[in-house]
């Protein structure tokens, strides 16, 4: 096997593994959870709410607590907007307060 054939196969095994086929200049999930976090803090309406926000494999996972679903809705449209985002999974509560 030459050594431009045992390359791809090395890249092409790192894509299957790591479940997408990304770019290597696209960010890693822990810049995509610190960008999330920066958008929603960065939100006059979210900056108050305790949301986490991690990430895994591309997908984001919100956590916490809102007030109302409008401020729910909110924080998946940010999340979904930042660049290297696959997937956004809302577990977000509200607190009874909207």
């Keep these: 096997m030459s050594t431009i054939s045992k390359s791809l196969a090395v890249l092409m095994l790192g894509v299957v593994l790591s479940g997408g086929a990304y770019a290597a200049g696209d960010p890693d999930d822990e810049q995509i959870a610190a960008e999330v ?3 929603i803090d960065a939100k006059p309406s979210l900056q108050f709410f305790n949301i986490y926000v991690r990430a895994l494999n591309h997908v984001v ?3 916490g607590l809102v007030d109302t679903s409008v401020d729910q809705d909110e924080a998946e449209t940010v999340a979904r907007a930042v660049p290297g985002v696959a997937k956004v999974y809302d577990g ?4 009874g307060n909207g």
């Design 92 to 95: 977000l509560a509200m607190n």
């Design 61 to 63: 996972y919100l956590e």
């Design 37 to 39: 976090q920066k958008q």
